[in-house]
């Protein structure tokens, strides 16, 4: 393992009266594969949102030991921090290779990345291997699978260096196959970065789950091992209290709302 951590420490993002991250401390050490769990409205999207500068919040965020709360988010982007979110944002009708190459910002204009290249930069190259996209990378985005979107939104993240990712829900809406593609993708990710993903899918964490952070009402109520949380009574608690819960993390149940 490898790669910077990411520590938070009393971050609290209100709005309007109303506090959605209510005190989250948070410690995200190099080269872990973190899933954050909680029920719907638990903070989990507010909490990635403050630290990707989307929402304004107070306390501390420090990434690589750089404190990143109050910077606008193209400084924080720029520290090496990318973001998927819930629904992939790719250029349709640009082709997978011109998607990744836009995201390099290899610094060529519209026309150029339109006409037919010789050579794919090395970063370009090695992310649509790592993606798995390689033997599509003359097809507009527009044709690819949902999950395939997904995996070209991550090689997206992959050819800025991004050395943290924060993925919001990446396996909603896939198939078994692509949930098993995109488990093996973030190990091969975590690899050498740092992974932080929210996730409602129980047995999607149980599978790649380095650790797990459970939040609820805006805080954390545990962290620890897949083992640990679902062995803590709170947890299973705030599982088993909710009308439309999602499965419970220790005991078998119903799938997610
Ligand atoms: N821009 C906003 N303005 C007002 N309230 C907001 C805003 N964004 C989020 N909230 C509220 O903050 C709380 C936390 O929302 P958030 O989306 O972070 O939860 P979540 O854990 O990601 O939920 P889910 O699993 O459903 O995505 C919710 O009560 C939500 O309604």
């Known amino acids: 393992m490898s790669g910077a951590g990411l520590t938070v420490r009393d971050l609290r ?3 309007d009266g109303f506090r959605a991250v209510d005190g989250v401390d948070l410690d995200v050490p190099p080269g872990d594969l973190r899933f954050l769990i909680g029920p719907n409205g ?6 990635v949102d403050a630290v990707t500068g989307l ?3 107070t ?3 420090r990434f690589a030991g750089e404190e990143l709360l109050g910077r606008p988010v193209h400084r924080i982007a720029r520290r090496g921090i990318g973001r998927t ?4 944002t790719v250029f349709e009708q640009l082709t997978v290779l011109q998607n990744l190459d836009i995201a390099a910002g290899a610094g060529r204009g519209p026309l150029t990345l339109l006409r037919r290249r010789r050579g794919v930069p090395e970063a370009v190259a090695h992310a649509l291997e790592t993606i798995g996209l390689a033997g599509l990378r003359d097809r507009p985005a527009g044709v690819l699978a ?3 979107k997904q995996w070209l939104e991550i090689g997206m993240l992959l050819v800025q ?3 943290l990712l924060l993925l919001d829900e990446p396996v909603a809406g896939m198939s078994h196959d692509e949930r098993e593609a995109t ?4 190990r091969r990710v975590g690899e050498d970065r740092t992974v932080v993903v929210i996730e409602h899918d129980m047995d999607f964490m149980r599978s790649y789950a380095r650790s797990v952070s459970v939040l609820h009402a805006g805080k954390v109520l545990k962290q620890g091992t897949v083992a640990e949380v679902q062995a803590d009574a709170r947890v299973q608690e705030v599982y088993l209290g909710r009308a439309a819960a999602p499965e419970p993390v220790a005991v078998p149940v119903a799938e997610e709302a």
Do not use: P
């Not at 638990?42 to 909490?47: D, E, N, R, V, Y």
């Not at 979110?85 to 992939?88: I, L, V």
């Open 183 to 186: 488990g093996e993708l973030l």
């Open 59 to 61: 306390g501390s965020v």
């Open 13 to 15: 993002v209100t709005f």
């Open 85 to 88: 979110f819930q629904t992939a």
């Open 55 to 57: 929402v304004r919040a």
């Open 42 to 47: 638990a903070g989990k999207t507010t909490l």
């Open 161 to 163: 260096d991004v050395r």
């Open 146 to 148: 949902h999950g395939q």
